[in-house]
């Protein structure tokens, strides 16, 4: 339309000219092509019909030139092409498009390859120009180009696609250097290259040195110079043009040049604290990567250790700086660093304290964190006392100037000191530590250190709390919490598969590794974990080989109070599972007297007394508790062992006072749902709760749970019944159960005196945890073992 303005966004010789030269080529219009960099135009310019404007930026004199070609050509329709945007200037002065197109829609489709191609006589499929549009994105320059090259060559092969992107990214960087468009924006181009995939918050830095180079990030993207993946919030250019682009950083010297640009980015990252985005930068280059690694060792606990560690090692060959060694003495220890796994092999502990003993003493921040360190090898020994005292000595220093790293190493200090008071049995000293290291590096924008210090506080209770608010409160915070550390991501999975009583999650759990060196309380308390979950599973014998390997593997160190407490937890736990009664009640009695409000004893004697088929014994445990448990899970749990108890003595009285006890806990445990109380004395218990709640006056929660506890009964009979251990004999009798009507009816179906029969049947009833032919029968069938 005479008179309009058109706004086509796209990148330099993106083919819009071409588009407008084809689109007058039959009409007798008149066509002149300008560019904004020509400030003034002169009066005998020819007279245009269309005009076609490159605006080559968003600045003054980029406006001022605009308004000149519309004051020259005002009848004119005026086309311009931008790979920013519209300056702004052009609005104040009243001058808008009235039509806005994307570059992209200049870009190059596979019909329009093929039409060129077959200008040029090359013969293409369609396949090879798909083919050639993912490798080179749909821009008209890259595409003609490497078609050109291909139709010279006779074939579309690597060495044309090589040689057509090298022609064109050489294009560019005359352009650049001849001021067609801001150098910044090549500038970027050359970062973004040389650094290779990225996250996309990492590219808007790269673009960010400039409004105009951000909105020419947006034309670029349009254009197709990039590929991403979503999944892995990766972004790269493609791969044919990236390595045109270090070709042309290579053949004109710029690649120190480059990398100094790259380190300073990474630099101003780091100082703003985005640890992540800052390494990100730096971590397929060495040389730049290299310097951070010198400046910034303080940050590199962001980084994933799998990263940081061959980092480290490699530069540490290359530089002898101390603070290089501390640094992967820190990667190979500290699992304060993101992604340590908790496991600290031998060889990473000789490696550690070889690097420290090459430091020496050095003064601040890097002599601070080399003896940390030399503390958490104390820890990792088992003399968690000494590494206590050399932590809190450190934790009460000030001897560290105020500075970037300051921060993080004073938060370091106090999370190392409740670690070791964790390992120590100081769980009042441990949540004082930990707490005042995440409210520092909180404050001080460490935000995943932050959290791993409060994650480590699920294990630690205030001093003076009674054991059952504390156990409670432990238990509260493992189930259901958002882990961050890998080890603790493995303990919390087990806790909530315990408590909903998953046997799916519960194998996974245990299918995992359980290696888990610090903090070592972490690792008793896994263990106690998995040690529950084999007894639901109904593998006991298994736990109690594992604990047999945890105690050798830690012989030589000497367990803290609590570690003590918790392995002898386990070994009761593993051997009450086991049927053998006697021993658990010699491992409980283990438990000092001065760390019984570490757990809670007196249920675990009452439940390995009802086990042990001593009722009366169970009750009598429970009713001397020196803390009464009176909510929560503990709650639920005595409710239950009670119940159980007073069932199984089987007086009027007793089952009455048993149902009260049941109905107790049902309504308690239809808020909060812990399955695990319900399941941990065995199948057969299971089956009497189940049944005995049939017979209550619940409300519609309380019925819903007792469906719940159904449900996972079925759940957790299916998947023991491959551990059940049923002989082929025992089989063959549990089928005959199905259609005889008798023991004797049994025995002449299968050619057996009735004795044996009756052998046979009670060995049945003890695997399948049920005390009645009917309900043989029945959960015979609900886990398949019978149709």
Known sequence: ???????????????????????????????????????????????????????????????????????????????????????????????????????????????????????????????????????????????????????????????????????????????????????????????????????????????????????????????????????????????????????????????????????????????????GDGWAVVAELPGPRDRMLTRYWWQLGEVDVSLARPWLEQAVQRDPAPALRVALARALVSVTSAGHSGCVPTADRHAARELLDEVGEQPGGVGIVAALLRGVLLRLEGRAREALELHEELANTSDIADGPAASIIRANMLLQAGLSALDASRSDVSAARLSAAASLAHAAGHERFARFAHELMLFTAPEGVPMTSGFQARLDNLVGAQALSRPMRDVVALANALYAVDPTAMRDALAGPDSIDDPRVMAHVSLALRTIAHGLLGTSELALRSIDLFEQENGAAAPALNQRVILAWARAEALAGDGRYEAAFEAISRIPEAAARLVPVDLLRARTHLRGGEPERAIASLASAAEPHGSGVLAVWSHIVLFLAYHAIGSESSLDVGRQHLQVAIVAAARSRPLLPFAAQGMGALNTTIAEAGGLALDPAGSRFVRELAHMRDELQRATSSTLALSDRERTVLRALVVADSTRDVAARLHVSPNTIKTQLRSIYRKLGVSSWADAVATARRVGLVE
């Open 1 to 275: 339309m005479p008179g309009a303005t058109v706004l086509v966004t796209a990148q330099h010789k993106s083919g819009v000219a071409s588009s407008v030269r084809e689109w007058l080529a039959d009409t007798e219009q008149r066509l002149v092509v300008w560019s904004s960099n020509r400030l003034e135009v002169p009066e005998n310019a020819p007279e245009a019909d269309v005009v076609l404007l490159e605006i080559e930026g968003m600045r003054t004199d980029h406006a001022t030139a605009t308004l000149a070609v519309r004051r020259r050509w005002p009848n004119a329709t005026l086309i311009a092409v931008s790979s920013t945007q519209w300056p702004p200037e052009l609005l104040d002065a009243g001058l808008r498009p009235e039509r806005v197109f994307s570059g992209a829609m200049f870009g190059f489709t596979a019909d329009e390859v093929l039409d060129r191609a077959d200008q040029l006589g090359l013969s293409l499929s369609w396949d090879e120009a798909t083919a050639l549009l993912d490798r080179v994105g749909t821009h008209a320059g890259f595409v003609d180009a490497v078609l050109r090259a291909a139709a010279a060559r006779g074939s579309l092969d690597d060495e044309a696609v090589r040689a057509g992107c090298h022609e064109q990214a050489a294009h560019f960087a005359g352009s650049a250097a001849a001021g067609v468009f801001r150098p910044n924006g090549w500038h970027a181009v050359l970062v973004t290259a040389r650094i290779g995939p990225m996250p996309r918050r990492t590219l808007l830095a790269v673009w960010g040195r400039d409004e105009v180079v951000r909105a020419a990030l947006d034309n670029i993207m349009q254009s197709g110079f990039f590929i991403e993946d979503v999944e892995r919030d990766r972004i790269e250019l493609r791969p044919a043009i990236r390595a045109a682009v270090v070709e042309r950083i290579t053949r004109e010297a710029r690649l120190d040049d480059v990398d100094e640009a790259i380190a300073d980015l990474a630099a101003k990252l780091l100082d703003a604290g985005h640890a």
